[in-house]
């Protein structure tokens, strides 16, 4: 495009899943509450892993950061869209909109590592038990969540700065709630050749590389158990996983719904499955593993009760 027909964007408007004011009114309400209910869910599980003793082991200490990065999550976008399906001032700011991208991008990477993380925990647990107490060390833990964080930051980084690239022009209407890499993208009308072959590059070793790896944990976990010979214990192993598997099918079902199609085909049917991930994907984690979970129902118990659970239980 001729640099005469080019404006420089300095804002956009979120406008939402629908300019209508009586449907904005009804999602305002419904993102309102599931934003509540995923915040207090998921400080409920870090103050209960925090303040338990029983709780200190390597599965819930990954299990508060997971928690953590979903509240993180969750509050990078949804505070925002509320206000911009409340008030008439839809506008975001571009470099709003950049820092909002670069948190969203981190984030769901940062939570598809340390799932990977989460399995390999189980897999030292169930096949390696003798071993679990060396090979997940308090000080391994900490680097591998070191790890985790610096190789989202990178990510997110990469893919902010590429975005800084693209030059934007005609309509400045985002018809989203937030400022997501697929909408944006569709937005520019430059040429976008080197976001798609970078993010198909990075994606493929963020995203597909941890997922094989879990993949792989796994065969070896059913593997374990199968050789278990008591029902009682292959019962108990299994459910130690099975919570984990829970999240990582919901988090993957959904993020394969947005991204494994080619760009020109996004929808708002895609809008929808994004929603899914961005917000009720971490609504969902805390029932997930505090539904069938004991010992998240004791340290919940001791957490409002205190010494009175314990004369209860």
Request: glycine share 4%; hydrophobic share 50%; charged share 10%.
């Amino acid at each position: 495009m001729d640099e005469s027909n080019q404006t420089i964007v300095s804002e956009f408007l979120l406008l939402g899943l629908s300019e209508s004011p009586e449907q904005q009114r009804v999602q305002f309400w419904m993102f309102l509450s599931m934003y509540l209910v995923t915040v207090v869910g998921n400080v409920l599980i870090i103050l209960a892993i925090s303040f338990d003793p029983r709780l200190h082991t390597p599965m819930y200490f990954f299990l508060a950061n997971l928690s953590f990065t979903d509240l993180f999550f969750v509050t990078n976008t949804i505070p925002k869209m509320l206000v911009s399906l409340q008030s008439q001032n839809k506008a975001i700011s571009y470099a709003g909109c950049l820092t909002q991208l670069y948190f969203l991008v981190s984030l769901v990477a940062l939570d598809n590592l340390i799932l990977a993380t989460m399995a390999y925990d189980r897999y030292v647990a169930i096949c390696r038990p003798l071993h679990y107490t060396t090979a997940m060390s308090p000080g391994l833990c900490i680097l591998l969540l070191a790890l985790c964080w610096a190789l989202s930051a990178l990510y997110g980084l990469t893919h902010t700065l590429l975005m800084t690239r693209v030059t934007f022009c005609g309509s400045r209407k985002i018809h989203y709630i937030f400022c997501e890499m697929y909408v944006l993208l569709r937005l520019a009308c430059s040429n976008t050749q080197v976001n798609h072959t970078v993010l198909i590059a990075t994606g493929s070793f963020i995203f597909l590389a941890p997922l094989g790896f879990m993949i792989m944990s796994y065969v070896w976990i059913v593997r374990a158990i199968l050789r278990i010979p008591s029902a009682s214990s292959k019962y108990k192993a299994f459910s130690t996983c099975a919570s984990h598997l829970a999240v990582v099918s919901l988090f993957y079902g959904t993020l394969c719904m947005v991204y494994l199609q080619p760009l020109h085909t996004y929808s708002m049917k895609d809008s929808v499955a994004t929603v899914m991930y961005a917000v009720v994907t971490p609504m969902m984690n805390p029932f997930i593993y505090s539904l069938r979970n004991k010992d998240m129902h004791g340290a919940l118990g001791r957490l409002f009760l205190g010494k009175a659970f314990q004369r209860l239980t």
